[in-house]
């Protein structure tokens, strides 16, 4: 299958078939190279690799409109103080700041959703 024929398959652009190639050490090998650039792979190692990693995606998000949003949870802390609520991110280690109030938690959290958007 080729590069096209890979994103196709996984509903993503060809551009984020490079980011995978790039990122991930594993990403299986072209088992021919067609053309300069034109790469084919083997369709069963890329669906192989692919649910391998399909936590990965699931955290990166899915792509919309070229832009990916991190993935914010709030997290209930129990501290000496009594009970603090924190934003987390799992796509940057971002962490807000530790809340009284569970809602103020979820406004930071949604604040970071918004602003910590990557290309
Ligand atoms: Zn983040």
């Not at 300069?36 to 409109?65: C, E, L, M, N």
């Not at 501290?79 to 530790?98: F, I, L, M, N, P």
Request: glycine share 6%.
């Amino acid at each position: 299958m080729s590069t096209q024929d890979v994103a196709n398959a996984f509903g993503v652009s060809k551009n984020t078939v490079h980011v995978w190639r790039r990122r991930y050490t594993d990403f299986p090998n072209p088992v021919a190279i067609v053309a300069p650039y034109v790469f084919i792979y083997d369709s069963d190692q890329v669906r192989a690799w692919h649910t391998d990693h399909s936590k990965d995606f699931k955290q990166f998000g899915r792509p919309k409109g070229g832009r990916t949003s991190h993935i914010v949870k709030v997290h209930r802390l129990n501290s000496d103080a009594g009970v603090r609520y924190q934003a987390a991110c799992s796509t940057c280690d971002w962490r807000g700041d530790e809340r009284a109030s569970e809602g103020v938690a979820r406004r930071d959290a949604s604040k970071h959703r918004r602003e910590a958007v990557t290309a």
